[in-house]
C-alpha cells in the first residue's frame, strides 16, 4: 500500500513535534524572565552604613551578601567568603528593633550576572519604613547586601509553573504523535 493512502498523514507527526517546540521555548522564556526578575527585584543597600528599607508587605525577608553584581554602574565582586557584619533593623517610627538571625535556609542564586548568598533574616509583623543599619570588621571597603521577601516561595513557583508549561507541551506533543501512530496502524491494516 502506498503511503500516500495511509491515513492520517506523516505530516501530522510534524504538528507534535510543533507542539513539543513551542513548549518549551515558552518554558526557557518563562524561567529565564521570571527567575532574572526574582533577583532584580531585591533591594540592594551598599555597606558599611544606614539606610531606610521601606517594606511594603509583612512577612519573613532574607539578606543575601551579594559578592558580584553592578549597581550605578559600578561593577562589585567582593569574593564568596561571608563577611563577620554586625547589623540591625529597627521599625522607623517607633524604634522597635527587629531580630536578625542566621538564615534558616542556605539559598545561593547565580542570575543575570549577579551572585550572592543568603546569610540573614528577619520577619516583619507590618509593612512601613525600617532603619537599616551594617557594620563589618573585615577589609572590604564596600560590599553589597540584597533584601527580599518569600525568595525560596518564589523560586518554587517558578519552576513548578515552568515545568507544568513543559510537562504538559511534553504530553499533547506524545499524545497527538501516539493518535497518529495508531491510526496509521489501523489504516495499514485495512488497507
Request: aromatic residues 14%; charged residues 20%; glycine residues 8%.
Amino acid at each position: 500500500m502506498s503511503d500516500r493512502n495511509i491515513r492520517p498523514s506523516r505530516l501530522y507527526y510534524f504538528i507534535s513535534l510543533i507542539i513539543f517546540v513551542i513548549g518549551c521555548s515558552i518554558f526557557a522564556f518563562y524561567l529565564f524572565k521570571n527567575l532574572n526578575s526574582l533577583v532584580e527585584n531585591l533591594t540592594r543597600v551598599i555597606v558599611p552604613g544606614d539606610t531606610d528599607l521601606t517594606l511594603s508587605e509583612p512577612g519573613t525577608y532574607t539578606i543575601f551578601y551579594e559578592y558580584r553584581t553592578v549597581i550605578d554602574g559600578n561593577f562589585y565582586s567582593t569574593g564568596e567568603t561571608k563577611p563577620l557584619l554586625d547589623c540591625s533593623i529597627a521599625h522607623k517610627a517607633s524604634g522597635s528593633k527587629i531580630l536578625l538571625s542566621s538564615s534558616s535556609k542556605e539559598l545561593e542564586y547565580s542570575l543575570g550576572g549577579r551572585k550572592g548568598i543568603s546569610i540573614l533574616e528577619f520577619t516583619i509583623e507590618r509593612a512601613g519604613i525600617f532603619k537599616f543599619s551594617c557594620r563589618y570588621s573585615e577589609g572590604h571597603s564596600r560590599i553589597v547586601l540584597a533584601i527580599g521577601r518569600g525568595f525560596m516561595d518564589k523560586f518554587v513557583g517558578t519552576i513548578v509553573v515552568g515545568m507544568a508549561v513543559f510537562l504538559a507541551s511534553a504530553f499533547i506533543g506524545v499524545a497527538i504523535a501516539l493518535k497518529i501512530f495508531f491510526k496509521r496502524q489501523e489504516s495499514l491494516k485495512r488497507g
